[in-house]
């Protein structure tokens, strides 16, 4: 069952949107390709002067499932310069570049969820997930986390705890204002 774009985005990217996290990611179902073409073009346009972007990491004619990932460039930048980011990003076989542009990771991601078998767990990263959660998620598959949220954490239960419950009131407030009738535009703020 197909559901409205903007109501997933809302309820999957709300702390992007609010400028509390770097990026968020969620899977859409549409047959109609032209439509999601359409949209992605239309809230770049809407959202880039707030440093939002938004792509289709990957997709799927035969399910109609699409990747879409939703990003405040300087945020992402800032994680990707980081250099244990940069450090592990490498030793996980990604080719970086000196100028500090987040496209050439951002096209190897892409190409990582479409062409490999197993699912990239480093995208944590691209996320803007802590990278001891990460690294942590990726050594211990999955399993012997400090604590479950938005994501795995192994780092600091407490901090971890705080976050997630910074990211859930986010998420909270902001479908509440979109279902009484904020547009996405009000909500997103520039950062």
């Given amino acids: 069952m197909e559901r409205n774009f903007e109501t997933v985005m809302i309820e999957q990217c709300s702390p992007v949107l609010a400028g509390l996290k770097a990026a968020g990611l969620f899977r859409y ?6 439509d999601l073409a359409e949209r992605v073009r239309g809230w770049n346009a809407r959202l880039g002067e707030k440093g939002l972007r ?30 244990n980011v940069r450090a592990f990003l490498a030793q996980e076989g990604y080719t970086l ?21 197993e699912f ?21 598959q999955g399993r012997n986390f400090t604590c479950c949220g938005c994501w795995k954490a192994y780092g600091d239960r407490d901090a971890a705890e705080r976050l997630f419950a910074q990211l859930n009131k986010c998420t909270k407030v902001y479908l509440r204002l979109f279902h009484s009738g904020t547009p996405i535009f009000r909500l997103a703020v520039a950062a």
């Avoid at 179902?29 to 032209?34: A, G, L, P, V, W």
């Avoid at 987040?102 to 969820?113: D, I, K, N, V, Y």
């Avoid at 944590?124 to 997930?129: A, I, P, S």
Wanted: with cysteine.
């Fill in 29 to 34: 179902e549409t047959s109609d390709c032209k």
């Fill in 97 to 117: 570049s000196e100028d500090g542009d987040c496209e050439p990771l951002l096209r190897q991601m892409a190409r990582r969820l479409c062409c490999e078998a």
């Fill in 120 to 140: 990239p767990h480093e995208i944590g990263v691209f996320l803007g997930y802590p990278l001891t959660d990460v690294v942590g998620f990726i050594e211990n």
């Fill in 54 to 83: 938004v792509r289709v990491l990957k997709g799927c004619v035969r399910s109609h499932w699409y990747l879409v990932y939703v990003y405040r460039e300087s945020r992402l930048r800032e994680v990707l310069a980081d250099e």
